[in-house]
């Protein structure tokens, strides 16, 4: 019961407007003798919900007669509803446990008995309401209808795949520190801890199944980085040799950082405007025994407040964006993003590209790198910095699952952009 009513919490601050990872963050923080299964438990059901919830609320349209006015029991019925359809717990454990969580919610009476009666009219019609919820894009999709709309303007043949892809369960995958082992020895090791795993590609490990940290064998040791294989494509394409110097513009929590340093011996300074999150990049740094050359707290929009003047062989700039191409991993990004937000992103990514520019060398290498499928924040983006930068000349991205540098999202990793300009 007190999971349930955990979940039904959270899931109101999350669709209130807040981010899902610090609202958990929150809730651990807040009851500290939640057991690692409570909280896996809490977990599972907030994500499932936000992961479905186009099609859990095309269910329960159908099983109330009136839009329910108490947000907290429609949250309650959603988050019963997911249970009795994705989770193996018996259905009668689920309802009589919706059916007491409903008598702490409300003094109101009849709601006990309302929820009750709903359930198990689900129970009794489950595949004619699944189906009837499917049979409009919402509910098949779970996904906003002005998102479904953008992409399948912007991806006629891609995306439906796009869409479901963003409601399976992102995959674990580590990055190997090549300075520390090698990807088989890695594999050996794991084997040995019977964790299962397969090559993505280059030093990307793929996880049959998520595990703790503390069970990767040499985490501590930094043999390991836990990664998206799509995001260790930044160092790569970025083409970082001994000796440059580097900027890391929107650097935090520092996952191309500590890449860039593990494949070659450079210069690099860590820029972010958020000091909490480049702690995290400190900690980074601190387990793979590491050091960048400098860490700076700034805005990388307004670089006469941080930059010394010397100008950089590279610069990899991850700014800011909808997220729109890591929805599996934070299923609260397709609710709370408004389709105004991909403007105010575009504008907060041209004024970062403006401003870094002028900052590279010569023949130097501008990364742009966005984890976002929609063109504004991509392609539409290149369109208008070549327009406005006569120097700069866009070089090809060369890989397999790269196309036009937009890497869509999958069951083996996120979705990504990305935009190499080289200074004539
Ligand atoms: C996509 S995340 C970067 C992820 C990071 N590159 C990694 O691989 O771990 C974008 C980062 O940009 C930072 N940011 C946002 N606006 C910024 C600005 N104007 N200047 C510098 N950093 C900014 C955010 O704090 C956030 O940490």
Redesign the pocket.
Known sequence: MKIQQLAVDSIEIVLSGKNLTLVLQALWHHNPLLSLQQRGAIQDIVYGVLRYLGQLEGVLSQLVKRPLSDKRLRNLLLVSLYQLHYSKSPDYAIVDCAVATTRKLTKNKGSAGLVNAILRNFLRNDTALLDLANAHETGRFSHPQWWIDKLRYQYPQQYEAILLANNHHPPMTLRVNRHKTSVIDYQALLNRCEIESCQVWDNALMLSKPVPTQKLPMFEQGYVSIQDAG?QL?APFLDVRDGMTVL??????????THLMEVANIQLTV????QQ?LDRVSENFKRLGIEPFQQVC????LTSSWWDGKYFDRILA????SASGVVGRHPDIKWLRRITDLATFAN?QQN?LDALWPLLKSEGKLLYVT?SVFFEENGQQVTNFLDKHPDARLLPIVHNEVNNGQLIPNSSHDGFYYASFYKI
């Open positions: 995001a930044a890391d513009a929107c650097a935090a929590p520092g996952g191309k950082s820029l972010d405007n958020d999150r700034g805005d990388a929009a991850d700014v800011p964006c907060m970062i984890c």
